[in-house]
């Protein structure tokens, strides 16, 4: 299994900028894949974006050239830098792995982008 947690969500002024961590509970060398996926309400989640144990990186094109996903293998966390944030960007994000052919979720963090 992998245990996920997730920090960094909040409010912020369109514009403006975010992180978000996600720290795995085993080495991210190990985990197949790892990402971000967002929730609104009445809508399914989404990709957001993912980053493959090789290292190549997937964008959602609703986000490509604002968010950047990077990884620190030290400290078994994944980042997801976002800029030029947007209001239709809010939304829960989940953090989540794939791990021995099963998908782990983290527990979910609130992005708010006001106008």
């Known amino acids: 299994q992998v245990q996920l947690v997730e920090s960094g969500g909040g409010l912020v002024q369109a514009g403006g900028s975010l992180r978000l961590s996600c720290a795995a509970s085993k080495s991210i060398f190990s985990i197949n894949v790892m990402g971000w996926y967002r929730q609104t309400p009445g809508k399914q989640r989404e990709l957001v974006a993912d980053i493959w144990s090789g290292g190549v990186t997937h964008y959602a094109d609703s986000v490509k050239g604002r968010f950047t996903l990077s990884r620190d293998i030290a400290k078994n966390t994944v980042y997801l830098q976002m800029n030029s944030l947007k209001p239709e960007d809010t939304a829960v994000y989940y953090c989540?792995?794939?791990?021995?052919?099963?998908?782990?979720w983290g527990q979910g963090t609130q992005v708010t982008v006001s106008s």
């Open positions: 989540h792995a794939i791990y021995g052919g099963l998908k782990y």
